[in-house]
């Protein structure tokens, strides 16, 4: 059979069901024979192909999808893909076409086929495998490099796949059984001696990651609830618990929750389970995360627990999910005093502050995602883009409903995700779940050619754009650091953005301009809970400010030094909370 083809039912076999493309000459067998085995979906940018998949994984409960580009320009397109996946430790797999092999360059020319261009040397710092065939692989060998994408610590791998490869004439063979990758486990000493730690602590904290499997939290919730665990997410792991769960403690991170980032500061034991604690969850000034903690780390990659920081006291590499099931089947000691505490000082601080300032006439943005929130059902699917407020401001303010999924990609912070990776999740959705997309305008018009996308596949999509006329995030740092020099982040400053309304109606979308009191509007509640996509323009004012909110100074030297996570500014005494 045509090597195409056997690729094509492989994947199939190694439970791939879509592939996200943009046709190219270089992939075209590839094209052809995925059809044929899979489910395609079109997009109109290759960087939509990376990120849809990405998505998609995080969604699609055991299916898979991968993203098929061309060679050259179809490989640079996805790159920043690649880099998004790897920063978050997320499955992607990539097939790239190329020139045919007796036209590679080998490095002796800067190009010789057309369009031709090395993947494998440009991509290899953000992928944990890249490889270019030369030559047919053989079931085992295939299996084994598009495996190393989904075992810990889970990455995206790139194969790039000459023409002439792609149309090799091969012998069937079956792919093998994919085998299950047996992880390490913790000793039960090290269980012990952690449950012994919780015992005697009187403030725990028990962090859950994005390393927790979702599916997992079937069992492991109740069971949180049951002990009374004083339990906190990262932003990875939001949707593990439900806001409204007796022990949730909210999240904690440099734009976290202000309460959750002073009772985490307050704990004598925090147990971080699935997170690599990075500079975003304990503060770039992390000498003083858990400063008064014994701190145990469970994450499965090495190097993340010896990077040295934060100061860790027990190091943990082994299966985040066994290791948190095995530590709930012991019979902790309820912590009503602490956990009490805790509450109380979730409720003293309200999670809208008075201290920002709203324009006539606008929508605040901190009610807005209050609002919102009252308006979504469990099995929804919640997607706050990736960076500037819209994102900030969902991650620190919306309170999820279990059942719900809730996906950014935030450690990249690229402007431009929310779109396509709304449109992967839509995909995925079973039964045709509701996705709500959360993106601000600046980041929204960087992929807003994917509207085609959301439009052919009639997606049950629905967007809401903060339009606060261009990069807020940008403007307020101009204005906080260079006393209000803007440059780049609006009309005025030589920033172009379009009128709204037009854009959605190229693709024949329906588009509402959202006013106050949005929420009581039979108009925008029959849109919300109608079937295909709908675009809603939420107004948000230019001037708008964002606290709290972790701020810097410039020190005598020129370096910037930040406050730790739980003195937020506009800074509070919380000594007596």
Known sequence: MKYSDQIAAWLKAAGYTHYFFVGGGNIMHLTESLDRYLTGVPVVHEV??????????EIGDGRKALALVTAGPGLTNIVTA????????????????????????????????????????LVRSATKEAYRLRKPLTAAEFLEKISI??????????????????????????????????????????IDAVAD???????????????????????????????????????????????????????????????????????????????RLGLQQTGFRWQEFGRGATI??????????????????????VDANDFITRLLERDLPAKDDWLNKARGIRQAIPRVESVNNTGEGYISPYDFIVTLEGLTRPDDLIIPCSSGSAFTLSMQLYKQKFGQRVVTDKSLASMGYGLSGAIGAAIA?????????????????????????VSVNQCNLKMFIFHDQGHASIRMTQRSYFNGKYLGCDRQSGLGLPQWNRVFDAWDIPVLELELGFERSPEFLARMESAGPQAFIVPIDPEQTYFPKITSRITESGSMESNPIDRMTPEIDYADL
């Open 296 to 317: 145990v780390h469970v994450e499965i990659d090495a190097s993340e627990l010896e990077k040295g920081h934060p100061r860790t006291d027990m190091k943990l590499r």
């Open 149 to 190: 994408s989904w075992t810990p610590r889970k990455g995206p791998v790139f194969l790039e796949m000459p023409l002439d490869v792609q149309a090799a004439s091969v012998e069937e063979e079956a792919l093998p059984p994919v085998a299950d990758c047996g992880l390490p486990v913790a000793l039960a000493a090290d």
């Open 82 to 121: 690649i880099a998004g996946a790897f920063l978050e430790s997320r499955e992607l797999l990539v097939i790239g076409g190329q020139v045919k092999t007796s036209d590679l360059a080998n490095s002796e020319l800067r190009s010789r086929g057309i369009q031709e261009i090395d993947g494998v040397a």
């Open 429 to 453: 959705a079973h039964g045709g779940r509701r996705t709500i997309l959360i993106e601000g305008d600046g980041g929204f018009a960087q992929n807003l050619q994917e509207l085609g996308t």
């Open 48 to 57: 939509a192909a990376g990120i849809a998949a990405e998505y998609f994984n």
């Open 197 to 275: 730690l919780y015992a005697k602590a009187q403030r725990p904290i028990l962090l859950i990651g994005g390393g927790i499997d979702y599916a997992a939290m079937d069992t492991l919730r109740p069971r949180l609830n049951a002990l009374r665990v004083p339990s906190m997410t990262t932003y990875n792991g939001a949707d593990r618990l439900d806001g409204d769960d007796p022990t949730y403690l909210g999240r904690p991170n440099t734009w976290g929750q202000r309460s959750s980032n002073i009772i985490i500061q307050k704990a004598d034991l925090i147990i971080a389970v699935g997170t």
